[in-house]
């Protein structure tokens, strides 16, 4: 990463050099690439739920057994979602992200070092 990291005269790395290099941008794109299309479903399914709650409130209010209904289902699928948002997202990180990154961090500790 030598010609990423363009250290100085002074010993300081360059950042706004390494944020443009191309190992960065990879980075970053394999990052948005996991996030928006999961924060879009996410957002999506959060709307259905309220407009449902808003103005479907006869099928909401179904019971599906006892005094479960499908707004409640429903509701709790929104926190069922976010763990599973949460740990598909983990997962993605420690397989994808992390290897990167660390190898853009060790890099750049290799630079300051010989500076």
Do not use: C
Not at 58 to 84: C, K, N, P, S, Y
Request: cysteine-free; hydrophobic content about 50%.
């Amino acid at each position: 990463m030598s010609d990423q990291t363009h250290a100085e005269s002074d010993g300081a790395i360059d950042y706004i050099a390494v944020e443009q290099s191309p190992r960065f941008l990879a980075l970053k794109r394999t990052q948005r690439s996991f996030i928006f299309p999961l924060a879009a479903f996410f957002l999506i399914w959060y709307f259905v739920y309220v407009l449902l709650a808003a103005f479907a409130t006869e099928f909401m209010g179904q019971r599906v057994w006892g005094d479960i209904t499908v707004g409640l289902l429903f509701g709790l699928g929104q926190f069922v979602t976010t763990f599973a948002i949460t740990m598909a997202y983990v997962s993605f990180a420690n397989r994808k992200l992390d290897p990167l990154s660390a190898e853009i961090r060790e890099e750049l500790e290799k630079a300051q070092a010989h500076a």
